[in-house]
Every structure is written in structure tokens, then in C-alpha cells.
């Protein structure tokens, strides 16, 4: 049994105080295969994240523009100065965290709506449930062309319903039309979230606020909202999170023009557009702090618990 | 809202309303792709929801391009295989975190949930440039790595909260029986799981022909471009006569395995997208 001190190094510590040799050898066979089982997931994950997240940072220290390889070199935080002195950035930082702001909240309201409609409506609970998911499922790309077209002066409908000129073509018109495309799309998602908590709602306790006199509003917030709160954090961090990397309505439907870019517009741009590694690394390695800090003030201010985390959820 | 007892005329009507509702605010816009789709070139510039000429044209367009074939061969290709992967990955980690007790297994679900959350947009700097140097920039194999890589926490959930549910008793009357934790594995749990392994795959497919992001930025010729990516480049190419038609005949093709998905495995999609969301 030597070789599973290399697999295992930990599981000699255990079975020599407490446990007897026969089942620390099912323990160690246990583990063994655990680890086995895990290897080539973490493996996978580790390699295409981890390494090219240090990589990034690398990239993010030296002047590297694909156009002049020549000019590469060591350059320090001076990318960081760069990008961080720059209006662009902080103009699509803003425009993204003021999408990401209001499309959440809208979809909060809308998703807990729809929850409700799902897990009460007397008639045809099966048709809400399919077609609500269709617009998750239909690819972010073909929703927002079928958007953009709708809005576009020459095709749209709602353009020539609502009397309007070219609503792409201006900052505000233009976002409210990419939060409209957010919202749609991800609303359904939002709601089966919010479901799987309202499904965890007692209906005695209901039953017995409703005998005490309460009213539906009541029974709503004193009742299905404390119950559910779990479940709506864990909806609002992975909406959050997601709307915060938004490119794919934007990118259709404006592509970033009149001050509707986003930080991955940003990114991308410099990036593929600009073949400027240097600096769209830079702006990657900014977003993903971004993203860290969300997470982090989430589950920090408001106790918001990693879901499939089982051993003692919240900390 | 509590009481749900027989019910009333009225109130099935009311419901009945609220359905009409959500029905309409889910299917306008695929109606409205599926509209144009089938407009002439013409009519396009109406302005009608409906078309007022129907036309076959668009599809007969771009089924008789090279670009929309290839790049549809590529979407099929690439979805399946990083699915496939994705599931087999995921069903073994799941597993082992499920039912196993091994060191790191907490570090498992932190690292998933990690990359759950992460901005797909902060790789595509490090992927771009690594693939070129590994000659795995516009190949399948340049998309399939980070599908996998994003589908694996997705995959990774979904199975074990499906794992979780299934009686432990099973499997250790089978290890009673003399098989190994890896026969059990095998022989007890992996057809109980078989439902929930077919939604996650569901789930992860929808994903990874949901993507974009990669698609246009590790791709650069129709060698490994996707649907998504194509039909950004369909407008690109022409300023002036914008393909509307060709966009929208392409968008209504790649809907169509997602209406069906829907259509028939509703029920086994909301519970798996419910299933992770309860735990924690």
C-alpha cells in the first residue's frame, strides 16, 4: 500500500490514531478515487484559467502591440497608468456598471413576478415554463439581432410604431434598448432561480399568516422574502457577475458607439480589433478584479452562500 | 396567492391572462426574426411585424453559401465534442464530490464556482495569444478548451445536486456485494444518473452554442467560426445593403435545436437549472 502515500499523502495522519487498519484501507481507496475522479476536471479548469490568468498579468507588465513586436518590453504598472488615466475606460466602466445596476433590478422584479406566476398559475403552468425558456436558451447573438432590426430605422416595427428616428444612434435610447435586450433575455433565468426558493416556502406557514389576517403583500414580504432570501442572493450575484461581462447585445446592437461601450468592449477592442496585448491584458486583469471585488462584497455584506456548497453554507 | 383550491372561472381567467402575457413577451421576438426571415428583399423595409410577401429565398441563400454551411458544420462539431467532454468530466467530479470523502474536495467547488463567476473576457487576451503560439488559434480544438473549461462548474453542479438525490443505500449494498467503489460507480449509480447526466448535457450544450465572445475573438477565417460569430461578420462585410434576410434566415436555423430542447425536455431543463440553485 506505499504508493498511495503519493496519491494521498494525508490519509496516513487519520488511520493511525483513531480508525481501524481495514477500513482506513476503504478510506484510502475512497480517496484515492476521489482524487482520481476529480484530476482531469481540475485539471482542465486549472490550466485553462488558472496559467492564463498569470499569463495575463505578465502580458499586462510589458509594452506588446502585435503591430510593432519589435517594440516589446518590460514596462512596469505603466499600462495600469495608462488605462486607468484614460476617460474611455472609466466612461464604459460607468456605462457598464449602470447597466449591470438596472438591468439586475428589473430583472429582480420581473424574475419574482414570473416565479410567482410560475409556481401558482391554476392554468397551463407547462406553456409559461416552456416558452420562459426560450429566451434563456435562444443564442444572446440572434435576440439581439432580432432587436437590433426592430429598432433599426429601415426594418423596425417599433421604430415606425413609436414614431421614432434612429433610437441606435443616441447614448440614452441606445441603452435603454441594450438593457430592454438584457432584461428579455435573462429575466427567465432570474425567475427559476427565485422558483427553486419559492418551492421551499412552507404552505402551512402561508396558510397560518394568511388565518392571522395577513394580506398578500404581507404574506409576501413578511413571509416568502425572509424564506427566500438565500435564493435571491444567489440570483443577484450570478446576474450581477454576468451583466457586469456584457458584450454580446452591445456588440450587435451598437457596437460601442456614442458612449455605450462596456469594459469587454473595451478589452476586445484593443485587443482583437487593435492587436494591442499590452494594454487589452491590462484591461482583462482590471475586469477581473472588478468581478473579484463584486463577489466578494456580495457574499461579505450580504451573506450571500455559494450554492453546492454544503458544509455549512454561510460563513 | 396560498389558497390554490379548485378555483374559480374568474380567477382561471385571470391566470389565464397573465399567461397570454408572458406568452406574448417570450415569443415577439423569435416571431419577429421568424418574420423577416421569410420577408422578400423588398418588403423588408415595410416596417410590418408580419411579411405581407412570404419568401423561401433567405434560406435558399444561405444554404447555398459555403460561409453559413461551414460555419453551422463548425457550431454542430464544436457543441457536441466540448459537450461531450464537458459531461464526462463533470460526471466523474461530481461524483467523487457527491458520495466520496477526499482532501481537496472543498477546493474543488471553490475553484468551480471561481470560474463560474469569472469574466470569460480577461482570457481571451492570455487564450489569443498562448493558441497562436500553440498553433491552436482558429481550430476547433482553440474554442473546444475554454468551453469545456466554462461548462465544467455548470456541468459540475447540476450533477451533483442530481447525485445528492440518489439513495446512498444503493450503493453500498453493491459494495456489500463485493463491487468496488468504481463498480459501484459504474454498475448502481451511473444509470440512476443518467436522467440528470442527459439534462446537464442539455444545459451545456445550450451553452456552448450560446457563446460569442470566443467564438469571434479565437477565430479568423471559416475554418472554426461558429454561427454567433458568422453572422456579425454577415454585416460587416456590407455597409450599405445590410443582409437582413441572410441574418435572420441563419438566426431562425440555430434557434431552431433550442425550441426543440425546449419544447421537449422542459420539464428536465427547469429542474436542472433549479436543482443547484436550492443547495446552500
Do not use: M, Y
Given at each position: 500500500m506505499s504508493q498511495t502515500v503519493d496519491t494521498?499523502?494525508?490519509?496516513?495522519?487519520?488511520p493511525s490514531g483513531k480508525k481501524k487498519p481495514a477500513l482506513s484501507e476503504g478510506k484510502r481507496a475512497e480517496r484515492r478515487l476521489g482524487l482520481m475522479l476529480c484530476a482531469p476536471a481540475a485539471f482542465v479548469m486549472v490550466a485553462v484559467t488558472g496559467w492564463p490568468i498569470v499569463y495575463s498579468v505578465w502580458l499586462s507588465l510589458q509594452r506588446y502591440d502585435l503591430r510593432f513586436p519589435?517594440?516589446?518590453e518590460f514596462v512596469g504598472l505603466s499600462n495600469y497608468v495608462a488605462v486607468l488615466t484614460d476617460g474611455y475606460w472609466w466612461t464604459a466602466f460607468g456605462i457598464t456598471s449602470l447597466i449591470t445596476v438596472v438591468s439586475v433590478v428589473i430583472e429582480l422584479v420581473l424574475g419574482m413576478l414570473l416565479a410567482l406566476v410560475m409556481h401558482r398559475?391554476?392554468?397551463?403552468r407547462g406553456l409559461v415554463r416552456t416558452v420562459s425558456l426560450i429566451p434563456y436558451g435562444i443564442v444572446t447573438v440572434v435576440a439581439a439581432f432580432s432587436w437590433y432590426y426592430a429598432w433599426f430605422p429601415d426594418t423596425g416595427y417599433l421604430t415606425s410604431m413609436l414614431g421614432l428616428e434612429a433610437p441606435l444612434t443616441q447614448q440614452i435610447p441606445s441603452l435603454l434598448i441594450i438593457i430592454l435586450a438584457e432584461v428579455w433575455k435573462t429575466t427567465p433565468f432570474m425567475a427559476l432561480l427565485l422558483m427553486a426558493g419559492l418551492a421551499l416556502v412552507p404552505e402551512d406557514l402561508l396558510k397560518a399568516a394568511s388565518m392571522d389576517g395577513a394580506t398578500g403583500w404581507q404574506r409576501f414580504t413578511k413571509v416568502i422574502v425572509p424564506v427566500m432570501k438565500p435564493a435571491i442572493l444567489v440570483a443577484l450575484l450570478f446576474r450581477t457577475l454576468d451583466a457586469f461581462r456584457i458584450f454580446d447585445n452591445i456588440f450587435v446592437l451598437t457596437k460601442g458607439a456614442n458612449d455605450t461601450s462596456s469594459v469587454s468592449m473595451q478589452a476586445y477592442n484593443n485587443l482583437i480589433r487593435g492587436l494591442n496585448l499590452g494594454i487589452g491584458s491590462t484591461m482583462s486583469v482590471l475586469i477581473f478584479l472588478a468581478v473579484a471585488i463584486i463577489a466578494f462584497l456580495f457574499i461579505k455584506l450580504f451573506g450571500a452562500s455559494a450554492p453546492g456548497n454544503d458544509a455549512g453554507g454561510r460563513r | 396567492m396560498a389558497i390554490i383550491t379548485g378555483g374559480t372561472t374568474g380567477r382561471k381567467a385571470k391566470w389565464a391572462f397573465i399567461d397570454i402575457v408572458i406568452v406574448l413577451y417570450a415569443l415577439i421576438p423569435v416571431v419577429w426574426t421568424l418574420s423577416l426571415s421569410f420577408k422578400t428583399t423588398e418588403s423588408q423595409t415595410d416596417k410590418n411585424f408580419f411579411p405581407s410577401e412570404w419568401t423561401f429565398q433567405n434560406y435558399r441563400d444561405i444554404f447555398t453559401t459555403d460561409e453559413f454551411i461551414r460555419a453551422l458544420i463548425n457550431s454542430i462539431g464544436i457543441a457536441i465534442i466540448s459537450t461531450l467532454i464537458a459531461v464526462v468530466l463533470g460526471t466523474m467530479a461530481a461524483y467523487a464530490i457527491a458520495r466520496l470523502d477526499f482532501p481537496g474536495k472543498q477546493a474543488l467547488v471553490g475553484v468551480s464556482l471561481l470560474i463560474a463567476m469569472f469574466p470569460q473576457v480577461s482570457l481571451v487576451s492570455p487564450l489569443f495569444e498562448m493558441e497562436r503560439n500553440l498553433g491552436l488559434f482558429d481550430t476547433w480544438a482553440g474554442l473546444i478548451f475554454p468551453y469545456i473549461t466554462f461548462a465544467l462548474p455548470l456541468a459540475i453542479y447540476t450533477l451533483s445536486a442530481f447525485f445528492r438525490e440518489i439513495p446512498w443505500e444503493l450503493e453500498k449494498a453493491a459494495k456489500m456485494d463485493g463491487a468496488t467503489p468504481a463498480q459501484a460507480f459504474r454498475r448502481v449509480i451511473a444509470p440512476l444518473a443518467a436522467p440528470g447526466v442527459f439534462t446537464t448535457a442539455i444545459l451545456v450544450f445550450i451553452f456552448c452554442w450560446n457563446d460569442f465572445l470566443f467564438a469571434i475573438s479565437l477565430t479568423s477565417t471559416s475554418a472554426s467560426r461558429t454561427v454567433p460569430a458568422a453572422l456579425s461578420f454577415f454585416t460587416g462585410a456590407s455597409q450599405f445593403e445590410v443582409p437582413t434576410g441572410s441574418i435572420s434566415a441563419a438566426a431562425v436555423v440555430i434557434t431552431i435545436p433550442i425550441i426543440v430542447f425546449v419544447l421537449f425536455f422542459q420539464r428536465r431543463i427547469v429542474a436542472g437549472l433549479t436543482s443547484g440553485a436550492v443547495k446552500g
Open positions: 494521498a499523502p494525508t490519509a496516513e495522519a487519520t519589435d517594440q516589446r398559475t391554476l392554468v397551463g | -
